[in-house]
């Protein structure tokens, strides 16, 4: 099974409420008053952000924290359920081919 990371669930989850918005990562940076690089990460996954941080980002996106938590929590949940397909490699799929 996949590792599921929360910072990148809910940077998907950032990303997606945002873009719902029609709101650009500058106009949320500014708002939040964070750099617009740092936003960047943490929508892609790559920062954790802070509780602190992550209030300033559901502000300026004028949704409420707990909204974006329970669609974070959905999100993994959908990812909990997910059986991976077995994969068979270049080789083996030649061989049966």
Known sequence: MAVVLLREMMGETLREVRMAS???LRDVS???RVSLGYLSEVERGHKEASSEL???ICGALEVDLAAVLQLTSE???AHAVVTPL???DARTARAVA
């Open 22 to 24: 029609g709101k650009t």
């Open 30 to 32: 500014a708002s939040a």
């Open 54 to 56: 992550l209030n300033a």
């Open 75 to 77: 999100r993994v949940a």
């Open 86 to 88: 077995p994969v068979r």
